[in-house]
């Protein structure tokens, strides 16, 4: 879906991206991470064609990116805004319009994504006199009303009500269940994890890592386990695990395991089981933050 | 393009739609069909206070022939000049005109006043003792008053413009001047209203951080553009709405007030024509014939179209440089550090077009400053309805087209990256380095 190609970015004398390449599959979610400032926000812009790259490409669908894509990307800036005086109606077809859509498509739409949203009595209204969570949902709709094949949201989460976060990140993915594309960019890792299928992590306007998440985890995989068994007594000592940490339970006891020389699993599993009352066994996997923190302070 | 005009579209009605659009386009010609109605209202009623001068005329020549007006009465003082003085300061609009025995030679005269006296009132009683010692002595000397009027040389000049074509063609001088310096007044004013919207327009919406969202849609340069059309042609129907309300105002508003004052109109029109013989009244005649001829001579269409030229000329430049501004700041009062070099210029026109180019309008800074793009579009309406060589007007046309092309160029370079700058506060040097950034 879209292939970005050695980017360089440059600012005067700060250079902003830092030959960043990565491949975004059709269809995927993806994960747009980093901390604040390390270039995620200069990098969408050139995605939207806002600004263009001081060097490298980007490919859309294969072809170079060009100025007829622009209708065929949704983009949630990071600083939302609209304009605060124009009836929310009137704004919605304006700004499909301006993404390609006819009148009528474009007032169509509108009715079926304020309806849908439950919106419909907000037509006539100017997004001043709305609050702050109503204007997301107002922006989100405007996002996403031309159908775009890639949906890029920056920070999507930030401004919302619990309430609203869930039911747009229903339509989020639903809309990736139809075929579109989504790109999640923010520095707030742990709120995009369990959505994303694929990642790049950037770091000071350079890229540390990219892949799928399952095979990141797995090559990031620490062999900590979680153990939790009946009694209060230590788990017994063994070549074939370390004790991390103990705590007791109301229960009994939940320690963490660090499996040692490449012993499997089940090796320490039968080992245990003829010493304790098994309760559970969990794998710790490493959550992306834990991963980029790791990456971040190996590189210094 | 298409994006183009929908935002041309939406910049024009969201301000064509509001209140203080209609408010500003039907109060404007009011108000100045209430200026022009008051003061014709204020010439015809003369409504002012009464001014009662009591006089001591020592020579007693004068007091005889002052004539009163509805504005000022004379009367014999019936008291010795203390006691006149005393009373004075208890009254009000009372003076004391004390005339010596000599005034025929001294030409002078005291006037005590409970208040200051205002220039009218001085005025008025200096021409009218003026007047009756030039009768007097005339009469000491012999000579007939009515013989030596009808001597007096009336002389005036109809100054015909040879024009291009061979015919001559009746000029004033007064009227070019009153049309050069209305053109010029509403160019200057107009350059800052609708320039200033444009800075306010993109400040607005830099500051909702809707910039962001429209701009991964259309170019900078088409949201710039778009933005300065549509206001352009808010300016240009609000120009539209005021001639032809200020028409039928005028129209309306002369009936109306002839209607309403028959009397006070004629009974003065009566006395003047009484008054005057037949050789003034053909004199005014002739100057009204003359400004008939003169205001027939001036070429409306041309002068419109040059106004319109001027105006969207001027309009493009300057608010392409307001939006430049309006891009590197995060609100108005931020401005101010920017909008000096660009209003200087037009300030400075402005000035130059009242004092210098008024009286020389085809000098040599007239020249220079009519082909100046930043001062041309002021400093050629003053000039123009004198009239002013083809080749200079075109020069004049062209350098400002060339002027504004070069300035939206420059503008739109600092635009595109000023709006996405928040919370940083610009600096020249900024400015500049935006200016080189290469997309």
Known sequence: MLEVKDIVKEYAKHRALDGVSFSISKGSIFGLLGPNGAGKTSLIRIINQITGPDEGQIFFDGELLNESHISRIGYLPEERGLYKKMMIGEQMIYLAQLKGLSKSQALERSKTWFERMEMETWWNKKIEDLSKGMQQKVQFVATVIHEPELIILDEPFSGFDPVNVDIIKKEILNLNKKGATIIFSTHRMESVEELCDSIVLINKSKKILDGRVSEIKNSYRTHTFRVGYEGQQPLPASPLFNVLSSTATESGTRATIEVLNGASINQVLSHLITQIEIQELVEIMPSIHDIFVKQVTANH | ?439
């Open chain 2, 1 to 439: 393009m298409k994006k183009t005009f929908l935002i041309i579209g939406r910049e024009y009605l969201s301000r064509v739609k509001k209140k203080s659009f209609l408010l500003v386009t039907f109060l404007v010609p009011l108000l100045f069909l209430g200026m022009w109605g008051g003061a014709i209202a204020l010439s015809i009623q003369d409504t002012g206070t009464v001014s009662t001068i009591k006089v001591i005329d020592e020579s007693s020549l004068i007091l005889s022939k002052l004539e009163e007006s509805p504005s000022l009465k004379f009367e014999a003082a019936d008291l010795p000049a203390d006691e006149e003085k005393d009373r004075l300061k208890e009254s009000e609009n009372q003076h004391l005109l004390i005339i010596p025995a000599d005034i025929l030679e001294s030409e002078h005269m005291q006037l005590l006043s409970s208040q200051k006296a205002s220039l009218f009132v001085q005025k008025a009683i200096e021409d009218q003792v003026a007047d009756i010692i030039k009768e007097t002595r005339l009469t000491q000397a012999g000579i007939d008053i009515r013989t030596l009027e009808s001597m007096e040389p009336k002389v005036r000049i109809t100054s015909l413009e040879i024009t291009a074509a061979g015919e001559e063609q009746e000029s004033n001088a007064g009227i070019a001047m009153g049309i050069g310096l209305f053109a010029t007044f509403m160019i200057y004013l107009t350059l800052f209203i609708y320039g200033s919207q444009v800075m306010r327009g993109v400040i607005e919406e830099k500051n909702n951080r809707v910039v962001e969202v429209i701009i991964s849609s259309v170019k900078p340069f088409q949201l710039m553009m778009g933005k300065i059309l549509g206001i352009g042609l808010v300016g240009l129907t609000q120009f539209l709405l005021w001639i032809i309300l200020s028409g039928a105002l005028f129209t309306v508003g002369g009936i109306i007030l002839a209607d309403q004052m028959p009397d006070t109109f004629n009974a003065e029109q009566m006395s003047q024509m009484s008054s005057a013989d037949p050789a003034q009244e053909e004199m005014q005649n002739n100057i009204i014939q003359d400004i008939q001829g003169s205001l027939a001579g001036v070429d409306f269409p041309y002068l419109i179209a040059c106004f319109l030229f001027y105006f969207l000329g001027g309009y493009l430049l300057y608010s392409a440089l307001f939006a430049a501004v309006g891009s590197a700041v995060d609100n108005e009062t931020e401005s101010q550090q920017f909008m000096l070099p660009i209003t200087m210029p037009l300030i400075f026109t402005y000035i130059m077009a009242f004092s210098v180019l008024m009286k020389d309008p085809h000098g040599p800074i007239g020249f220079w400053l009519s082909m100046i793009p930043l001062t041309s579009p002021i400093a050629m309406m003053i000039r123009i309805p004198y009239g002013v060589p083809m080749w200079e007007l075109a020069l004049s046309m062209a350098l400002l087209v060339g002027g504004f092309l070069l300035t939206t160029w420059v503008a739109a370079r600092i635009y595109r990256v000023g709006i996405l700058m928040y919370g940083k506060k610009a600096s020249y040097k900024e400015l500049i380095k935006w200016f080189s950034y290469k997309r």
